[in-house]
């Protein structure tokens, strides 16, 4: 059933638009009982809204960190509809914030975008953010995010030149800012001319504006904190799960192993002097 409300569940459950945290983590790394405990944490953390990546074995955006968190996931045997059906498992846990299903166009495409549309709003899922399809080409994903109330994230990159304009005005949830070309992963430094560029996509939208790709230092979250209204962080995050996955894993260990990472996440996003 579609939803008559004009107000989506994502818009429900943001509480702020400012100073955002939004964290990415792979579904099923290292195991899916793991990632619904993961994601709760992150939401003691801070967490305004999660992204839950969908693994995939072309995964064009993704740098080497989350293809090798995307392998193992595989192999405990997640999919497109095994990560949906994670959501559930969060909500019944405690998570509020709004999750974003990240995934690429061709398993979309192979699940049948009604169907994929109507299982995320069944299963408490608030947005679907896909990096391979174009803005030009999301006509019919964002009729059926309309009709469905799911929120279609879109993204910006410091090359969109002219369709900045025309991607910001018509973003939905929030607008995600690729700090720089090339795939995800930690960089040293941020670019430079990140400010301009920052600066003239929130001039045209009027959702939250949140940069990511690299972003892994508090220092980057503060500087960035100045300019945009949130960051995205996936690759660190990954990682610092990538280095306790064993821990995790165990029951006699994973309690341990969750608050030394909840430690380590409010550390990155710490805004304290």
């Given amino acids: 059933m579609t939803k008559t409300s004009t107000e989506t569940t994502f ?3 943001l509480k702020k638009t400012e100073n955002l945290f939004i964290p990415f983590i792979m579904g099923g790394d290292p195991h899916p009982d793991v990632t619904v405990e ?21 995964p064009l955006a993704d ?10 996931a595989i192999e405990q045997g997640m999919n497109l509809t095994s990560a949906i059906r994670l959501v559930p498992k969060m909500r019944e846990r405690g998570l509020e914030i709004p999750v974003v299903i990240f995934t690429y166009y061709n398993p979309v495409m192979q699940y049948g975008l009604e169907r994929l549309f109507k299982e995320l709003g069944e299963n408490g899922a608030d947005a679907l953010l896909i990096p391979d399809i174009p803005y ?13 109330g799911i929120e279609l994230i879109s993204l910006v990159a410091p090359n969109s030149e002219d369709r900045v304009m025309r991607i910001a005005e018509q973003a939905r949830g929030f607008l995600y800012c690729v700090s720089s070309l090339g795939v995800t992963g930690e960089r040293a430094t941020i670019q430079p001319n990140i400010e301009d560029f920052l600066n003239r996509v929130k001039s045209y939208s009027s959702v939250p504006v949140a940069v990511g790709f690299g972003v892994s230092t508090n220092d980057q ?4 904190n100045q300019y945009c209204d949130g960051v995205i962080i996936g690759s660190k995050i ?3 799960i990538e280095a306790r996955a064993d821990a995790l894993v165990q029951e006699d260990t994973r309690e341990e192993a969750l608050q030394a990472f909840q430690q380590e ?9």
């Fill in 38 to 58: 993961l994601a709760y944490r992150l939401q003691q953390s801070g967490a305004d809204v999660l992204e839950l990546g969908v693994p995939y074995s072309d």
């Fill in 265 to 273: 996440i409010e550390a990155l996003i710490s805004t304290d002097e």
């Fill in 238 to 240: 990954v990682k610092l």
């Fill in 221 to 224: 979250v503060r500087l960035l």
């Fill in 63 to 72: 740098g080497p960190t989350i293809q090798e968190a995307a392998a193992r």
């Fill in 136 to 148: 030009e080409e999301s006509e019919e994903l964002r009729k059926l995010s309309n009709e469905y």
């Fill in 11 to 13: 818009q429900q459950r």
